[in-house]
């Protein structure tokens, strides 16, 4: 089992910056793939960004790439998104999840274990 806790959701202005941090504990080393998906009121959840232990690789969406950036700490099993130049239509829950690899990487099937959301609010 993996336990993912959230952190670092917020208000912030539009054009502002947020750090989201997500802490694994348990069996971290099954899941070496690493993601972040948002979910706003009344849409999908959705796939922001992703990075594979194993080999550094990453992935982000089209709709936050350049503003958006995941990083991992391995020695602290912590993922981050750093969010920048932030706009009201990136405010949604964000949840971060852990797979264990051999999935795709940019849906929710391609992972096993979830966190339980950090609200992320920009204003206008």
């Known amino acids: 089992q993996v336990q993912l806790v959230e952190s670092g959701g917020g208000l912030v202005q539009a054009g502002g910056s947020l750090r989201l941090s997500c802490a694994a504990s348990?069996?971290?080393?099954?899941?070496?793939?690493m993601g972040w998906f948002r979910q706003a009121p009344g849409k999908g959840r959705e796939v922001v960004a992703a990075i594979i232990r194993t080999d550094c690789s990453w992935y982000s969406a089209d709709s936050v790439k350049g503003r958006f950036t995941i990083s991992r700490e391995n020695a602290k099993n912590t993922v981050y998104l750093q969010m920048n130049s932030l706009k009201p239509e990136d405010t949604a829950v964000y949840y971060c999840?852990?797979?264990?690899?051999?999935?795709?990487?940019?849906?929710?099937?391609?992972?096993?274990?979830w966190g339980q959301g950090t609200q992320v609010t920009v204003s206008s």
């Open positions: 348990g069996h971290t080393f099954s899941v070496p793939v």
């Open positions: 999840a852990a797979g264990t690899g051999g999935r795709t990487v940019i849906g929710a099937l391609g992972y096993d274990y």
